[in-house]
Structure formats: C-alpha cells, structure tokens
C-alpha cells in the first residue's frame, strides 16, 4: 500500500471541523482589524526565498521541498511572507493599495524531522501589513496575534519581544557577539561553531543547553539600537502596555529568518513541549525593496495551525451544537421525513436521518454519534397529529411541536 509521506497527515472528517472552526473565527477576526485575504501560488522560483530568508538559515541549506524544472528550480513555499512581498510588488499594489493590510490561510512546507507539534507539511494563518513603518502597525499587529488566539480559547500563552534594530545596529550586533564568544568559540556545538561566522546571532537561541550556558553571559540588551530603533521599540512597548497586552522582554530573542528588522516577537505555549512556539513575525523594513519593490516598511506574522489546535480549549462538542437528525418509524414516516429534511435544509438547518430504517435505540446512537443537537422522531402517532417528537440531546427533555410550527421552533432553540 502506497502511504503518505512522513511529516504530512489526512486531515480527516473527524477533525476538520475544527479546521473550519479556526478558519472561520482567523476570517472573522481579519475582517474586525480591516485585513483581506489573499492566496499567492504554493509555488515560487526558489530564488525568491533564497534572497528573502537568506541563504545561511536552516529552511535554505536544509529544508526546502525542491521540484527542478528545466533550467529553473521550483520550490513548495516553506513560509507565507516572501510570496506575498513578491505578489505585493508583480501586481503593483503599491501603486494602487500602497498600504496593503494581507491575511493569508494555507499549507507550507519544510522538510525538517518530524516530531509532536512539527512537520513536513503544516498550516499558517498569518498577515503582513506592508506600507507602513509606524510603530502603531508592530501594536495592532501583536494586539492582533493576541485577539486571534484569544478567540481560539488558547490560554497562558507568552509574548516574547525583542528589537534587532535596523541594519547598521544588526550589524552592530553581530560584531559584539563575535567579540565576546571567540574566547568561548570552541565550547560551542559544532553547528554554532559553523553560524559563528554566517549567522552569529542565531547562537543566541541555540537549543543546546552548554550553547545556552555561554550566551546566558552575553547579555545584548537594546545597547546596539540607534536612538530612531530604540524610539520605535520604546513606542511600541509602550503602545502594548497601553491596550492591555502582556509581552516579556527576551534579549535573546533574534528568530531564524534574515529579514526581519526592528521588532521581533514570538509567542509560546508550554502545553507544546519541546516546540512550544505557536506563532512568530516581526518587522521586515528591507525586504520589500530588496525584492524589487518601493522603501516601505511591513510587519507581519504566521500562527502554527496545528500547534494553535494541540493548545486550543475548544471542542468539537462546542462547534457540532446544530445538527437536528430526523428518525422516521416505519415507511409512511419515512416518506414524511424525507420530505422534512429538505424542507429544513432548504431553511438552513443543519440536518441529517437515517436512511437505512434502524430501530429506535440504533438511530438514536446514530445521532449520538454524530453530536446532535435534536432528534425529532416521527411515527404513526405524530403522523396521525400533524406533529414531531422532539427531543433535546442536551437535557435529554422531549416534548410534541405541530409539524407546521417545526421550522421556527427549531431555528429559536438552535439560536
Ligand atoms: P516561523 O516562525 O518560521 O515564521 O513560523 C511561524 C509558526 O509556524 C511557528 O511559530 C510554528 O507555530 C509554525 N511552524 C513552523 N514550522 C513548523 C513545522 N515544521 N510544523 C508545524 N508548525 C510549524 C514564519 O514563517 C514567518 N513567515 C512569520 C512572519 C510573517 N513574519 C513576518 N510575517
């Protein structure tokens, strides 16, 4: 038997709706803060994130899904923000929508080893507002990560922040790390020794526990900020203080990717384990030029789906509460009831019988299963009446309504 490959999963009925749950609250939400959705390819040259991400990260030297085609290379995308700087600059929005506020939904691809929390293929739901470089856009960005995993019941989560500064002070950075591990150099893991020269600050958030001894003594601070980076950040701690949002100050906090400037944040979650991040983004005020396009500054972030779903509180029971399943006793109510049901998805209820003529106690598993919320059972006697039992799986009470009052009373007590 042929079998998916490792690191991807079916996403099976079972499951998904609380898939849609979480697509249905992201839309909603993005829709509150004024963001739109758009769908780039899954799909680009590689060169696009060769530039974008950097050449040194891991997701370039490792990770990429790969399709050679000719002469060219095509690559899965392994993130959501290059491809939509790319599409931002190829459809000219910065002409006509200069300032462009971007949400996205879909699946990304990173060949990394799997593991609880980690694969090959995972979701994103994300956003980048590009076009602006005012603090006020790194505040409604995180305001918004927060709302969004507030509305996916995922408590006790953490806001790590930090400042990179712009590139000058990167530069900085870099070269006072270099300065105070090359007496450490060889205490180091074999691969912070090789970042040491292409990637220093990724040894700030090393997972090895020796690596993280060293640095916990090279201590960054905001020492390396410009006074315009460290008026920027002040701005935005203080914007998020100002709309109740909870961040702790994490100096080692410098994120895996190349293009990020200025703000960084990531948000964990302890119910994770060993990959406790469930979202991640930050300002990115140089790539939209370095891909071509205009000197504007853009902020985003990507939520992890399938870690959002290991942490969220919400059940299927809280979502499947609409489901109304008709039991026809015998074949005179089963001509009724066919006729019911379409009557009742016509109106927009939910509904569902059993076709096969099961008993009374095999339907009324068949509509446990299937967490209904009602069962309305018609037999000779409700067909003699005009009328329906109904029974509310809830509080298990059952009563009579008249046939013809059928359709309201379920939309009032669905409501
Ligand atoms: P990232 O940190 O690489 O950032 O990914 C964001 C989130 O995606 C992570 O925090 C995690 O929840 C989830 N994630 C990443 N890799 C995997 C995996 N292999 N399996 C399951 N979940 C995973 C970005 O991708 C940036 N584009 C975020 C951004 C948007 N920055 C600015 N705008």
Redesign the pocket.
């Known amino acids: 038997m042929i079998k998916r490959i490792t690191g991807t999963k079916d996403i099976l009925p079972d499951e998904i709706r609380l898939w849609q749950e979480i697509e249905t609250i992201s839309r909603r939400i993005f829709s509150y803060y004024n963001y739109q959705e758009i769908r780039p390819p899954l799909v680009e040259d590689v060169s696009l994130f060769n530039r974008s991400l950097g050449e040194t990260t891991e997701i370039i030297q490792k990770q990429m899904f790969l399709i050679p085609h000719q002469d060219q290379t095509y690559a899965l995308r392994p993130?959501?923000?290059a491809s939509i700087v790319r599409a931002y600059i190829e459809n000219n929005l910065d002409k006509t929508n200069a300032f462009s506020k971007l949400y996205y939904l879909g699946p990304m691809f990173?060949l990394?080893r799997p593991q609880k929390?980690?694969?090959r293929q995972?979701h994103?739901v994300?956003c980048?507002a590009i076009g602006c470089a005012d603090p006020s856009i790194d505040v409604e960005i995180i305001g918004l990560a927060d709302t969004l995993l507030n509305a996916f019941a995922v408590n006790d989560f953490c806001i790590k922040l930090n400042s990179l500064g712009c590139p000058e002070d990167r530069k900085e950075l870099k070269t006072s790390l270099q300065k105070k591990l090359k007496d450490k150099y060889n205490h180091l893991c074999p691969e912070c020794q090789a970042r040491f020269n292409n990637n220093v600050l990724r040894i700030l958030d090393c997972k090895n526990t020796s690596c993280q001894e060293i640095v916990k003594d090279c201590a960054v601070g905001s020492s390396h900020l410009c006074d315009a980076c460290q008026n920027h950040f002040n701005a935005v701690k203080e914007g998020l203080r100002r709309i109740g949002i909870t961040f702790t100050l994490t100096e080692h906090l410098v994120r895996?990717?190349d293009y990020y400037t200025g703000t960084v944040f990531e948000i964990s979650h302890s119910s994770l384990g060993a990959q406790d991040?469930?979202?991640?983004?930050?300002r990115?005020d140089t790539l939209v030029q370095e891909l071509g396009g205009p000197s504007i500054g853009a902020v985003?972030?990507?939520?992890?789906i399938?870690?959002i779903l290991l942490a969220t509180k919400i059940t299927l029971q809280d979502i499947a509460k609409d489901l109304v399943y008709l039991i026809p006793l015998g074949t005179n109510a089963k001509e009724k009831v066919l006729e019911l049901l379409h009557h009742l998805r016509k109106e927009g209820i939910r509904t569902e019988t059993d076709y096969e003529g099961k008993s009374l106690k095999g339907a009324m598993r068949a509509a446990n299963e299937q967490n209904a919320r009602f069962v309305l059972i018609i037999g000779d006697d409700e067909l003699q009446k005009e009328s329906v039992t109904i029974k509310d799986m809830q509080s298990s009470i059952q009563d009579q309504i008249k046939l013809s009052d059928c359709t309201e009373e379920l939309k009032k007590r669905i409501a």
């Open positions: 993130e959501g923000t990173r990394e929390g980690r694969l995972f994103h994300g980048e895996g990717l991040a469930i979202g991640a983004g930050g990115y985003g972030f990507a939520l992890g399938e870690r």
